[in-house]
Nanobody
Framework: QVQLVESGGGLVQAGGSLRLSCAAS????????MDWFRRAPGKGREPVAA????????YYADSVKGRFTISRDNAKNTVYLQMNSLKPEDTAVYYC????????????????????WGQGTQVTVDS
């Protein structure tokens, strides 16, 4: 059983930056590709970014490309989401998720395929 705990959310002005962290415990972190999803008010949960076990393969939603960066530190069992140039439309609850993968270069962005979820952290971008 893997436990995921997000941190780093908060209130920020438009154009500002935040870095989210997701600490994993209870499993073999290097067996899991990691994702960040978000759920904006009145909308469904959508993928934001994903990273393979090796860190060499990443995925970004079109809406965050060039502004967000996903990374991971396998020695610290932690995945990060650096969010720059934040916009009011980035306001959402951000969730990290883990999915067990067979290859170190695999990314998965399907919500239904995630094995574990964190509890979420609120990000609010004020215009």
């Amino acid at each position: 059983q893997v436990q995921l705990v997000e941190s780093g959310g908060g209130l920020v002005q438009a154009g500002g930056s935040l870095r989210l962290s997701c600490a994993a415990s209870g499993g073999t972190f290097s067996s899991y590709a990691m994702d960040w999803f978000r759920r904006a008010p009145g909308k469904g949960r959508e993928p934001v970014a994903a990273i393979s076990v090796s860190g060499r393969t990443t995925y970004y939603a079109d809406s965050v490309k060039g502004r967000f960066t996903i990374s991971r530190d396998n020695a610290k069992n932690t995945v990060y989401l650096q969010m720059n140039s934040l916009k009011p439309e980035d306001t959402a609850v951000y969730y990290c998720a883990a999915v067990q993968v067979p290859l170190p270069t695999t990314v998965v962005v399907s919500l239904e395929k995630m094995n574990y979820w964190g509890q979420g952290t609120q990000v609010t971008v004020d215009s």
